[in-house]
């Protein structure tokens, strides 16, 4: 039996879209200066004309030429998330004059270990229609599976998928330190609870509130999914 709470967030990612806005080749390290004098915590990876990237050990923001997103992880990660981004939508705003939207969306990737991969895809297989479900055209025995589902209205849209895989982790070593670090860490087993809530159509700089959109869309994605597992 699957429940919603039984799954962790792993990732929440925030990304709002606009018209190229060529300005940021003037303005990135203005971008840069401002962001992070609220989120000290922040370094710079990449400050150039067309992309301005910012890093913790949490939180990963980027601003280009028609989007910024941020991704957070961690304990946190929703109030962080929410944060960063509030931030982003108005140093855009106001340094690349930006006064409507294309497209802001919020993604939160959940996921439950397992102890193979036969447990993880048993524990999903129920949430496959019977008629995916039946017809295999792999040959063999399945190692894993990922389906899902779109739906748009007039003003918002949900993707959300249900996968169920192996994750193995490959570091690059070097040479070195061959002797006392390994390159490879423990297979994980795992079922993904990946879900992308979207506004359709263009958003007015002036109605938006990120972070409580976000707290809308998090409900929204948890509404879905506790119907989808009940």
């Given at each position: ?93 106001d340094r690349l004059k930006l006064a409507v939207f294309k497209r802001i969306g ?39 599976i990922n389906f899902g589902v779109r739906q748009e209205g007039e003003s918002s ?24 670090f390994k390159s490879d860490t423990p297979k994980e087993y795992l079922v993904l ?38």
């Amino acid at each position: 039996m699957l429940d919603f709470s039984d799954y962790q967030i792993e990732t929440i990612t925030i990304e709002a879209r606009y018209d190229p806005a060529f300005v940021l080749w003037d303005k990135a390290g203005e971008i840069w200066a401002e962001v992070q004098s609220q989120f000290p915590e922040l370094r710079a990876q990449n400050v150039a004309p067309s992309q301005v990237v910012f890093e913790s050990l949490d939180t990963r923001a980027a601003i280009e030429l028609d989007a910024f997103r941020a991704i957070c992880r961690g304990a946190n990660a929703e109030k962080l998330a929410a944060e960063v981004s509030q931030k982003l939508l108005q140093v855009c705003s106001d340094r690349l004059k930006l006064a409507v939207f294309k497209r802001i969306g919020l993604r939160e990737i959940r996921k439950r270990s397992f102890e193979d991969i036969d447990k993880a895809i048993s524990a999903a297989m129920p949430l496959v229609p019977a008629a995916f479900a039946k017809s295999s055209f792999v040959g063999s025995k399945l190692k894993a599976i990922n389906f899902g589902v779109r739906q748009e209205g007039e003003s918002s849209g949900l993707t959300a998928s249900i996968r169920a895989e192996v994750r193995e982790t490959k570091l690059t070593i070097p040479w070195e330190a061959g002797d006392r670090f390994k390159s490879d860490t423990p297979k994980e087993y795992l079922v993904l609870l990946d879900s992308d809530y979207f506004t359709v159509g263009t958003t007015p700089r002036a109605a938006i509130n990120i972070e409580e959109w976000a707290k809308q869309a998090s409900r929204t994605i948890k509404r879905h999914w506790q119907g989808v597992l009940q």
